[in-house]
T-cell receptor
Framework: AQTVTQSQPEMSVQEAETVTLSCTYD???????LFWYKQPPSRQMILVIR??????QNATENRFSVNFQKAAKSFSLKISDSQLGDAAMYFCAYRSANSGNTPLVFGKGTRLSVIA | DAGVTQSPTHLIKTRGQQVTLRCSPKSGHDTVSWYQQALGQGPQFIFQYYEEEERQRGNFPDRFSGHQFPNYSSELNVNALLLGDSALYLC???????????FGSGTRLTVV
């Protein structure tokens, strides 16, 4: 079974600074997807960024980028120019690409605080 | 375009009771998945419905059951509630051929 580990329960960053959230995963599969989701107090899971394992190029979405190291099974999220609205729980998630709509496997999350 | 809608938003039940949670998927989505998120934890997969059938199931007891209707909406039923069932229950919808999920805001269930 696949597992996702987020070793940082809490992180904080000054507004306008850069922060990196860590995620490692364990799988024997070669084809999969990785995601970072944001969960603000409103509770809705919002997709931040996704990465296909077969792509070597790291995904970027505006101020959000990932460092995907397939051999090391590492998938960190970098948030640049942090904003107050970035404060939330961040979850790393894995999904097998084997067949159909396979379920997401989540880590325990990292609570990010942004200091004004 | 309405996203995923869940009802109710909050619910308090007594141990031993039964509860039904509801989910309307995003327009055009045909697959509904349910997750349980205990306090301080990441969501755990309960089961997934497609074409009105349970297609995949996580490590949850038979007390957890569900249903999908022809309009793709879904219900999650939990029987014989335990204190440990207290959690945020999230519904996520997707289109069969697309790998992205859209989540609702969840139902906060408290069992007393």
């Amino acid at each position: 079974a696949q597992t996702v580990t987020q070793s940082q329960p809490e992180m904080s960053v000054q507004e306008a600074e850069t922060v990196t959230l860590s995620c490692t995963y364990d799988t024997s599969e070669s084809d999969y997807y990785l995601f970072w989701y944001k969960q603000p107090p409103s509770r809705q899971m919002i997709l931040v960024i996704r990465q296909e394992a077969y792509k070597q190029q790291n995904a970027t979405e505006n101020r959000f980028s990932v460092n995907f190291q397939k051999a090391a099974k590492s998938f960190s999220l970098k948030i640049s120019d942090s904003q107050l609205g970035d404060a939330a729980m961040y979850f790393c998630a894995y999904r097998s690409a084997n067949s159909g709509n396979t379920p997401l496997v989540f880590g325990k999350g990292t609570r990010l605080s942004v200091i004004a | 375009d309405a996203g995923v809608t869940q009802s109710p938003t909050h619910l308090i039940k007594t141990r031993g009771q039964q509860v039904t949670l509801r989910c309307s998927p995003k327009s055009g989505h045909d697959t509904v998945s349910w997750y349980q998120q205990a306090l301080g934890q990441g969501p755990q997969f309960i089961f997934q419905y497609y074409e009105e059938e349970e297609r995949q199931r996580g490590n949850f007891p038979d007390r957890f059951s569900g249903h999908q209707f022809p309009n793709y909406s879904s219900e999650l039923n939990v029987n014989a509630l335990l204190l440990g069932d207290s959690a945020l229950y999230l519904c996520a919808s997707s289109l069969e051929t697309v790998y992205g999920y859209t989540f609702g805001s969840g139902t906060r269930l408290t069992v007393v």
